[in-house]
């Protein structure tokens, strides 16, 4: 496997540990008919972080940099709805 294809696999696995962290947080909730994300309580960032690096320290997260899991929790709430988008299309129609 390519090197890129190595990169792609690793941040698929941080962005994910970046959700986990953030529901566990109660920064974001998970729609339960889409499965998307959408922020729950936006003041939750600093607990995430802070979960996350826990996390990390007791070994629970294993081969993710602390400085990559806090930017993806950071660009996970940048690019996150308040509501989940597609429940938001469907009251539109």
Request: proline share 1%; glycine share 6%; hydrophobic share 35%.
């Amino acid at each position: 496997m390519g090197q890129s294809k190595h990169y792609m696999m690793h941040m698929q696995e941080v962005r994910a540990w970046a959700s986990d962290v953030g529901v566990r947080a109660g920064l974001f909730t998970v729609c339960e008919r889409h499965h998307l994300l959408s922020i729950s309580d936006s003041t939750a960032e600093v607990k995430a972080y802070r979960i996350g690096n826990a996390m990390i320290t007791s070994g629970e997260i294993t081969d993710v940099d602390r400085l990559d899991l806090s930017d993806a929790i950071k660009k996970l709430f940048e690019q996150t709805a308040y509501d989940c988008p597609q429940c938001t299309d469907e009251d539109a129609e």
